[in-house]
């Protein structure tokens, strides 16, 4: 059984930061790429940011170069620094994790979101 738990989500004013983490626990052997998406009331999921084993990123192009997205393997930790933040940013955000256990099998792991309200 494996968890991923975001944290820090919240309300702030537009123009402000705010900054996401996911804590993964459970039997993990490994966590190879991980992920931020959000959704938002009435629209799909989308992909925020993405960050493989080996740091490489990748990012929606509405969030480059206000968000930035860091893992701490060691702690299989994920986060996400997201900074001047737009009204439109607002929805909840869900990390998920493409775990490898112990027996080797791998799949894919998703929190439960924190929701990210910015007002005007």
Request: with cysteine; aromatic share 8%; glycine share 12%.
């Amino acid at each position: 059984q494996v968890h991923l738990v975001e944290s820090g989500g919240g309300l702030v004013q537009a123009g402000g930061s705010l900054r996401l983490a996911c804590a993964a626990s459970g039997r993990i052997f490994s966590i190879d790429a991980m992920g931020w998406y959000r959704q938002a009331p009435g629209k799909q999921r989308e992909l925020v940011a993405s960050i493989t084993k080996g740091g490489s990123t990748n990012y929606a192009d509405s969030v480059k170069g206000r968000f930035t997205i860091s893992r701490d393997n060691a702690k299989n930790t994920l986060y996400l620094q997201m900074d001047s933040l737009k009204i439109e940013d607002s929805a909840v955000y869900y990390c998920n994790g493409l775990i490898i256990d112990p027996n080797e099998r791998s799949f894919i792991s998703w929190g439960r979101g924190t929701q990210v309200t910015v007002s005007s």
